[in-house]
């Protein structure tokens, strides 16, 4: 871990500062804005080939460009008539609990791309197929039993807080779970399930060192909502290393998970005015308790996942408010890869128009660009449930779209065998911007026995 030589987000690097805001946690990894929502029912409609809007083609701002995901051709090929692949999405909308529309919407068009200009895998096309859960576990669980029963190889998450639902039912038909946000245990435990991803665990352990070691943090105080997985999934993660770096005095707060009132909560973590406060939430907790923080003119160094580094929550309650803060995010904010190039030009050609650039959405894009290239290793006449899951299995150090390489042995996080890229970076909001504070936080050797 490089903790100095501080790096400002310019103009240029926004998008891919963007694309890291990908920090995950239980209530979710979303910018909040204004966007579609999905149909009443529980399916939307499928997606297959997708007609490109004006403007160029993405291959062709990219001819035969070198990314993450694979290698473009030199011109867009559209996919061929071939049986379709089904790939089926779970995500969670339409209920006040939380919706994500802006993950199914970023998946789609990953599936318009690839189908249109990167000829779908080896000439097959992608057959898209988004479900709809809301917060119900029999929904999610109904969900699971409709991409199966429609041959999907693979499902890929989007925020499904009810997957103890669907895991089941996947796991009986040995239907792989590739990519998602994972929030409860059943995803992070899983042997069907893979994650590019560090989720809460990831984020809390390289919180808690850093606290430790760079900031020399002898009294933290640890915030998390009062919900078995992010307990046991995410707070004791980052107890534990605190705990190794010799910090002892910690101070757990938990608070009710659909709670906006921070006052109470912020007002016991600063009682015995710690050096640092970790906060396990995201969403709707980001904007009030960075300001509740301000207003107590608490002057401990505030830790929040990257969700809250939104820019749209500092112009709701202004840069003071936000100043300081340090977020973990899962991509360099340094420069403008192609990854992010393309990710950018992608969706102004096939995403929805009410679809903002800086969201959540980056990170189902990212797991529909790593299952082409995962499905492209098969082999498009090959791929099926059971090559996919022999060769995601056996990934080690596998570029990853947008992130850092994955591992997809069961040993990156003790306990967690699904998370396959738990690696982090944290940047600091400063001068109206982020500023990267450290390189790749190697969370998998920090938790090595």
């Known amino acids: 871990m490089n903790a100095g030589g501080r790096h400002r987000l310019t103009a240029g690097a926004a998008v891919l500062g963007a694309l890291a805001l990908v920090a995950l946690t239980l209530t979710g990894c979303v910018e909040k804005t204004e966007v579609v929502q999905a149909p009443s029912d529980t399916t939307a409609a499928p997606s297959q080939a997708g007609s490109a809007t004006d403007g160029p083609t993405v291959v062709s701002q990219f001819p035969g460009a070198q990314t993450s995901a694979g290698t473009f051709p030199e011109a867009p090929v559209a996919a061929g008539s071939a049986d379709p692949i089904v ?27 690839i189908n249109a200009e990167l000829g779908g895998v080896d000439g ?81 352990v390289a919180f808690a060192n850093y606290a430790a070691t760079v900031q020399h943090a002898h009294k933290v105080a640890m915030i998390y909502g009062d919900y078995a997985s992010i307990k046991e999934a995410a707070l004791d993660y980052g107890v534990a290393e605190l705990q190794r770096q010799g910090v002892t005095d910690i101070t757990e707060v938990p608070y009710p998970i659909t709670s906006t009132d921070f006052l109470p909560v912020l007002t016991k973590a600063n009682e015995n005015h710690p050096d640092a406060i970790i906060l396990v939430a995201a969403d709707t907790a980001c904007a009030p308790a960075m300001k509740t923080a301000k207003d107590l003119g608490i002057t401990a160094t505030m830790y929040l996942v990257g969700s809250c580094a939104a820019p749209t929550i500092a112009e709701e309650i202004g840069e003071d408010a936000v100043a300081g803060r340090i977020f973990n995010v899962e991509g360099p904010i340094t420069g403008a890869d192609v990854d992010t190039k393309v990710y950018g030009a992608a969706l102004a050609k096939y995403g929805d128009p009410d679809l903002p650039l800086a969201s959540a959405g980056t990170v189902s894009f990212r797991n529909i660009m790593n299952l082409w290239s995962l499905m492209k290793q098969v082999g498009g006449d090959k791929v099926s449930k059971e090559t996919l899951l022999a060769t995601v299995r056996a990934a080690r150090d596998h570029p990853s779209f947008g992130g850092h390489p994955y591992t997809c042995d069961g040993q990156q996080v003790p306990n967690l065998p699904a998370l396959c890229a738990p690696q982090q970076i944290l940047v600091v909001h400063e001068d109206g911007g982020l500023q990267q504070l450290t390189d790749w936080i190697d969370v998998p050797a920090l938790l090595a026995p």
Do not use: W, Y
Request: charged content about 15%; some cysteine; proline content about 8%.
């Open 124 to 204: 097959r096309p992608i057959q898209f197929e988004p479900c709809i859960t809301t917060f119900s576990v029999e929904k999610s669980q109904a969900c699971a039993q409709d991409l199966v029963q429609k041959g999907a190889v693979a499902v890929t998450n989007g925020i499904d807080i009810s997957s103890n639902g669907s895991i089941p039912i996947l796991e009986q038909n040995q239907v792989p779970m590739i990519g998602g946000v994972p929030v409860n245990n059943d995803e992070m435990q899983s042997p069907i399930s893979f994650q590019f991803s560090g989720g809460s665990p990831g984020a809390m």
């Open 87 to 113: 790939v089926g999405m779970i995500n969670q909308e339409n209920t006040p609990l939380g919706s994500f529309p802006e993950l199914r919407l970023a998946a789609d068009a990953a599936v318009q791309f």
